[in-house]
């Protein structure tokens, strides 16, 4: 019988990330994965493999493959892939497309990542990645896709000050020459660059960073219980993979024993901090924090979530805070959680009685 990933206390759906490997062409300053040129970690297929089986047992709605660059174990990743799409897992590679040199070659290995059954690919580019991967090989992989009617995706690094912009993909000859129904294939968006350090802070355009003025409209972390990520040393992480070599306590398990997957998910779901910062989200926490102990400050410090999340393991003062005052919040938090994932559900799926119908007729 199969064991659904839906049972515990989050009922959503939930992503299997993959990192076959810490290396990487390129060497950004401050990857928050901590690859470069000159890390060679990497993870033996049949774990890979067996992780993706343990996610169909689990009912997972897909799996990503990322890294430092998936694409460096070729070979490995087509197999992953293809065993991924025979289960009926649908699945998405994150690279920077440093293996398309031409458009000739940028078609070559589109066609054979969708033919293995690949169903949707991300290019990350911006400042820090065009100084390894030039913008044109991001321009050939992303045209190579969208001509093929295949879901492609551009996060571009959002700086205050940067070259490289969502504006210069897009305003591109190559990408003005799709036609509409290719160019409608393609999302760009912005993302933050963080510092690794969660005590500095990078310049961002106006009304990025979060303050008490746009507090309100932080949202719970998307990443935190929703993905699970096999990283290329063994570890399990309860996460996208940001800051997961930084902060230890996101770690859950490793690839140790049979169910290594639904071990990470009991032992995420136990931690009441991973719950808080799920439904609640880790601006909130820092701004509850420091209205405990005012000498934390953080406003206009964070645009990106992960970095609000390591102020939250590495600063000793909102530690303790947590540590001290964490009760408070139980019930808060739990309440979120009952009405994201019993109440709200089921009153969406709930069929209106004949006297609402009646009553809304009557309207």
């Not at 008490?212 to 935190?224: D, F, H, P």
Request: aromatic letters at 8%; charged letters at 25%.
């Amino acid at each position: 019988m199969q064991q659904s990933a839906r049972s515990g206390i989050f009922r959503g759906q939930k992503t299997l990330c993959i990192m076959p490997t810490f290396t990487c062409p390129a060497a950004c300053s401050n990857c928050g994965t901590l690859s470069s040129p000159r890390e060679r970690t990497n993870i033996e297929l049949d774990i890979i493999l067996d992780a993706i089986q343990q996610a169909k047992e689990l009912d997972f709605a897909n799996v990503v493959f990322t890294g430092g660059e998936a694409t460096l174990r070729w070979n490995d990743l087509l197999q992953a892939i293809a065993y991924a799409d025979s289960l009926g897992l649908p699945t998405r590679l994150v690279t920077n497309a440093h293996w398309a040199q031409s458009m000739e070659r940028a078609e070559a290995k589109l066609e054979t990542l969708i033919a293995h059954g690949l169903k949707e690919i991300n290019y990350s580019t911006g400042d820090e990645h065009a100084k390894f991967v030039p913008l044109e090989r991001v321009v050939y992989a992303t045209v190579a896709a969208a001509k093929r009617g295949f879901r492609v995706h551009i996060m571009v690094e959002l700086r205050k000050e940067r070259r490289v912009t969502r504006d210069d993909i897009i305003s591109h000859p190559l990408i003005t020459a799709l036609t509409p129904a290719e160019f409608a294939t393609l999302t760009v968006t912005e993302s933050p660059w963080m510092p690794l350090d969660p005590l500095l802070f990078e310049k961002y355009p106006p009304g990025i960073a979060t303050n008490q003025a746009n507090l309100i409209t932080r949202k719970g972390c998307e990443s935190v219980l929703t993905t699970y990520t096999l990283q290329a040393d063994g570890r399990i992480g309860a996460c996208c993979g940001l800051g997961l070599r930084l902060i230890p306590e996101l770690n859950e398990s490793c690839i140790r024993g049979e169910k290594f997957l639904s071990h990470a998910i009991k032992e995420a779901e136990s931690d009441f901090l991973k719950l808080w910062i799920h439904y609640k989200g880790p601006d909130k926490i820092l701004a509850w924090a420091a209205q405990k102990d005012p000498t934390i400050v953080w406003e206009n410090m964070y645009a990106h979530p992960c970095q609000a999340c390591q102020r939250i393991y590495k600063d000793p003062k909102v530690a303790k805070v947590i540590r001290t005052h964490y009760t408070e919040m139980m019930a808060d938090v739990f309440q979120s959680a009952w009405l994201e994932e019993e109440a709200l559900p089921e009153m969406l799926t709930e069929e209106p009685s004949d006297e609402a119908l009646e009553l809304q007729y009557e309207r």
